[in-house]
């Protein structure tokens, strides 16, 4: 294991209540270090060149990897914390094309037992890259006697400069069911206002108007098979029926990724994904690219691997062409480089650092319209990398990269609950870059069934209740299409709903759907509603007959009005 040269926040829990304010003493570095901050093995002085401020923390002269800069804080027991500081390195290492930094957190119980819990990590930081903020959340237990958060890089001789640290206890979650129906109910409905202009000859007490939602304009929907889209077996004629049902979005799971439509050098082949799209797309559901390219050397074209970086970038480029030129207008999204966290195949080949930027501008330039994301996992199902997804977004934001949203993969293991607290934090963290979030591959293993339920039931819930979401697309629902994980909605060949994917339903197409029934008073009269945002189906009924429909919608942000003239 390579040693790690780290930044240590040692914070003493103590029985005292705590709110979301930063818990540490000095932690601008703008007054003098007595009393709040020290150095164990290394020495501290306080430099004129803070982020924001006059001054920062400057370490030097390691005696050791656990060389540290300290604070001991008095917080209370358990729960969720954050934390994150400002980090620049000062020297260069050679022969280090860019060194890892990692934070951890060192948790001691009253007991006096230990154990150690890795909670960020964040690659490719030069001395060049100036300023970078690096932490991240973590959970602490309800005997805690100490947590000493650690920041480490993979070079003990590095120095560095900090500045800017806070350390936060999260909000408890006993309550977040209730907050977050709240906050549904603030930024996914919008004013929806029923005009009446009736004649003489019509009694208003006769007049009942249906208004009925038919379509969300948030984005639900499933990962899809592109064969089964277009088969006309009995079977897929019911996975079609279960899809269009609750979807007005899909990702095509495989069949538009490099090494599947080109896996021949020079040979796309179009046909699966085009006669997907065909059926798709006249049910009126719009459909994900998924995706260009797949930064892991494992998921590229296996004919890629041997070119030189100029034929690599040539057939990138061809690619581009190719899917813009046959599918121009189709997607409503991209997913340009899938997993560029984890996965730097493209960078390494070429030796180009901003190569997948590249590639957002060069689609861009041959769609303007279609939307490109970034795509990732363990950002917020995890937090390991969510401070650098973040830091990733906003360095392609001040690049004038035509990046459109984060696309947050949110795979879940199902061995607890997901986390209320963390998640909304880490939507918060990823919110910051002002991009919107689109939750591209959601999925929830439980072999227990209640807990399978309530997983979905908190994840849809907690995610439909953040306001920078767009979008949730469900991964594997159907159990015989998903080598039997435990994350399945549907069962069987007739596609029999279980409890969670009840729970799902009746979320997506009845709890979170508007439907109203008005008699209006007065010839003339207006009555107003709060509705979700979506597609609306109007019927007007005279004495139990109908005389007339129509139909409007409300975007997100807007409202809506209908005219029920009756003369």
Same mark, same amino acid.
């Given at each position: 294991?390579?040693?790690?040269?780290?930044?240590?926040?040692?914070?003493?829990?103590?029985?005292?209540?705590?709110?979301?304010?930063?818990?540490?003493?000095?932690?601008?570095?703008?007054?003098?270090?007595?009393?709040?901050?020290?150095?164990?093995?290394?020495?501290?002085?306080?430099?004129?060149?803070?982020?924001?401020?006059?001054?920062?923390?400057?370490?030097?002269?390691?005696?050791?990897?656990?060389?540290?800069?300290?604070?001991?804080?008095?917080?209370?027991?358990?729960?969720?914390?954050?934390?994150?500081?400002?980090?620049?390195?000062?020297?260069?290492?050679?022969?280090?094309?860019?060194?890892?930094?990692?934070?951890?957190?060192?948790?001691?119980?009253?007991?006096?037992?230990?154990?150690?819990?890795?909670?960020?990590?964040?690659?490719?930081?030069?001395?060049?890259?100036?300023?970078?903020?690096?932490?991240?959340?973590?959970?602490?237990?309800?005997?805690?006697?100490?947590?000493?958060?650690?920041?480490?890089?993979?070079?003990?001789?590095?120095?560095?400069?900090?500045?800017?640290?806070?350390?936060?206890?999260?909000?408890?979650?006993?309550?977040?069911?209730?907050?977050?129906?709240?906050?549904?109910?603030?930024?996914?409905?919008?004013?929806?206002?029923?005009?009446?202009?009736?004649?003489?000859?019509?009694?208003?007490?006769?007049?009942?108007?249906?208004?009925?939602?038919?379509?969300?304009?948030?984005?639900?929907?499933?990962?899809?098979?592109?064969?089964?889209?277009?088969?006309?077996?009995?079977?897929?004629?019911?996975?079609?029926?279960?899809?269009?049902?609750?979807?007005?979005?899909?990702?095509?799971?495989?069949?538009?990724?490099?090494?599947?439509?080109?896996?021949?050098?020079?040979?796309?082949?179009?046909?699966?994904?085009?006669?997907?799209?065909?059926?798709?797309?006249?049910?009126?559901?719009?459909?994900?690219?998924?995706?260009?390219?797949?930064?892991?050397?494992?998921?590229?074209?296996?004919?890629?691997? $041997? &070119?030189?970086?100029?034929?690599?970038? @040539?057939?990138?480029? /061809?690619?581009?062409?190719?899917? #813009?030129?046959?599918? +121009?207008?189709?997607?409503?999204?991209?997913?340009?480089?899938?997993?560029?966290?984890?996965?730097?195949?493209?960078?390494?080949?070429?030796?180009?650092?901003?190569?997948?930027?590249?590639?957002?501008?060069?689609?861009?330039?041959?769609?303007?319209?279609?939307?490109?994301?970034?795509?990732?996992?363990?950002?917020?199902?995890?937090?390991?990398?969510?401070?650098?997804?973040?830091?990733?977004?906003?360095?392609?934001?001040?690049?004038?990269?035509?990046?459109?949203?984060?696309?947050?993969?949110?795979?879940?293991? $199902? &061995?607890?609950?997901?986390?209320?607290? @963390?998640?909304?934090? /880490?939507?918060?963290?990823?919110? #910051?870059?002002?991009? +919107?979030?689109?939750?591209?591959?959601?999925?929830?293993?439980?072999?227990?069934?209640?807990?399978?339920?309530?997983?979905?039931?908190?994840?849809?819930?907690?995610?439909?209740?953040?306001?920078?979401?767009?979008?949730?697309?469900?991964?594997?629902?159907?159990?015989?299409?998903?080598?039997?994980?435990?994350?399945?909605?549907?069962?069987?060949?007739?596609?029999?709903?279980?409890?969670?994917?009840?729970?799902?339903?009746?979320?997506?197409?009845?709890?979170?759907?508007?439907?109203?029934?008005?008699?209006?008073?007065?010839?003339?009269?207006?009555?107003?509603?709060?509705?979700?945002?979506?597609?609306?189906?109007?019927?007007?009924?005279?004495?139990?007959?109908?005389?007339?429909?129509?139909?409007?919608?409300?975007?997100?942000?807007?409202?809506?009005?209908?005219?029920?003239?009756?003369?």
């Amino acid at each position: 294991m390579k040693s790690l040269s780290a930044l240590v926040l040692c914070v003493v829990l103590v029985n005292e209540a705590m709110g979301a304010s930063n818990l540490l003493v000095n932690s601008n570095f703008e007054g003098d270090f007595k009393g709040n901050w020290y150095c164990h093995g290394c020495t501290l002085t306080r430099i004129k060149g803070g982020v924001g401020g006059s001054y920062a923390a400057q370490v030097t002269k390691r005696t050791s990897r656990l060389a540290t800069l300290r604070q001991d804080v008095a917080v209370s027991g358990g729960g969720n914390m954050h934390f994150k500081t400002q980090v620049k390195l000062l020297n260069a290492i050679d022969n280090v094309k860019g060194h890892c930094v990692e934070s951890y957190a060192y948790i001691t119980r009253k007991s006096g037992s230990g154990s150690m819990t890795r909670f960020g990590r964040m690659f490719n930081i030069f001395p060049s890259s100036g300023w970078v903020e690096i932490g991240g959340d973590f959970e602490v237990p309800t005997d805690v006697a100490k947590v000493t958060v650690v920041v480490v890089n993979d070079n003990q001789r590095l120095n560095y400069v900090a500045d800017n640290a806070e350390l936060v206890k999260l909000p408890a979650s006993h309550y977040w069911k209730n907050a977050a129906n709240t906050r549904i109910n603030q930024f996914r409905k919008g004013s929806i206002t029923v005009k009446y202009d009736l004649s003489s000859k019509y009694d208003p007490r006769k007049v009942e108007v249906k208004v009925s939602q038919t379509r969300h304009d948030f984005g639900f929907g499933f990962a899809v098979k592109a064969p089964r889209m277009y088969s006309t077996s009995a079977v897929d004629k019911n996975y079609q029926k279960f899809i269009y049902s609750l979807s007005n979005t899909v990702t095509i799971t495989n069949a538009l990724k490099w090494r599947f439509m080109e896996s021949v050098e020079g040979k796309p082949s179009f046909y699966v994904v085009d006669k997907a799209m065909e059926q798709i797309k006249a049910h009126n559901v719009s459909v994900r690219g998924h995706c260009l390219a797949w930064a892991k050397t494992d998921r590229i074209p296996s004919w890629l691997s $041997g &070119k030189s970086p100029s034929q690599v970038q @040539a057939h990138v480029q /061809r690619r581009v062409k190719y899917l #813009s030129q046959h599918y +121009k207008g189709q997607f409503s999204q991209y997913d340009v480089n899938n997993e560029n966290l984890h996965g730097f195949w493209y960078e390494s080949k070429t030796s180009d650092v901003s190569f997948t930027e590249n590639m957002i501008k060069w689609m861009h330039n041959q769609d303007p319209n279609v939307e490109l994301c970034m795509n990732d996992y363990n950002v917020v199902a995890k937090g390991m990398f969510t401070a650098a997804y973040k830091r990733q977004a906003k360095l392609a934001i001040d690049r004038n990269v035509p990046v459109s949203c984060l696309g947050v993969q949110a795979h879940y293991d $199902g &061995k607890t609950l997901p986390n209320p607290a @963390a998640t909304l934090k /880490r939507l918060d963290e990823l919110a #910051s870059t002002g991009l +919107k979030i689109w939750i591209t591959e959601m999925d929830f293993k439980a072999k227990d069934m209640a807990m399978r339920a309530q997983g979905y039931d908190d994840n849809l819930r907690l995610f439909f209740s953040h306001p920078a979401v767009a979008g949730i697309i469900m991964w594997a629902p159907w159990n015989l299409d998903n080598g039997n994980k435990p994350c399945a909605l549907v069962e069987g060949n007739n596609f029999v709903y279980n409890q969670a994917g009840t729970r799902v339903k009746n979320l997506i197409k009845y709890g979170w759907m508007t439907r109203q029934s008005l008699v209006p008073t007065s010839r003339t009269q207006s009555i107003s509603f709060p509705g979700f945002y979506g597609g609306y189906e109007v019927k007007v009924s005279y004495a139990g007959k109908v005389v007339s429909t129509g139909n409007f919608y409300i975007a997100k942000g807007k409202t809506a009005s209908y005219t029920v003239r009756l003369t």
